[in-house]
């Protein structure tokens, strides 16, 4: 008489044992990566994308010529290149606020059922 829950290996089809808890799972998972990686990028997401990644090499293009123009021999800024940096930063911050509006706009279904007067 078999122990109850202790698994034991079935003795008859061998050949064909697979255990269906761990197979199925990860073949479902390595099924659903394949039609995802697959999938295209909605054009929306891939607009968005490209500007906010655009926004970014703008910054850090601007933090560089910073670090470039206002640095000092021993790697320190001077005080007029931290403010510059701050207004770099407070000017990312606005870029992407407008860029975040735009696009909100400018890619916003019209056809959300409202009727405007």
């Keep these: ?11 008859t089809n061998a050949g064909n044992y697979r255990p ?6 990860l073949r479902s998972a390595f099924d659903r990566a394949g039609e995802i990686a697959q ?12 500007v906010s990644v655009g926004a970014v090499v703008a910054m850090l293009a601007a ?8 640095g000092a021999a021993n790697s320190t800024l001077s005080s007029q290149g931290g403010q510059m ?8 911050i606005l870029l992407m606020t407008a860029v975040g509006v735009a696009l909100a706009y400018l890619l916003n279904d019209s056809n959300d059922g409202t009727v405007s007067a």
């Design 63 to 70: 933090m560089f010529a910073i670090g470039s123009s206002y």
């Design 39 to 50: 999938a295209m990028v909605e054009r929306e997401s891939l607009i968005e994308i490209v």
């Design 1 to 11: 008489m078999p122990m109850v829950g202790v698994y034991t290996r079935p003795t």
């Design 85 to 92: 940096l701050v207004w770099v930063i407070v000017g990312f």
């Design 20 to 25: 269906i808890a761990v197979r199925e799972p």
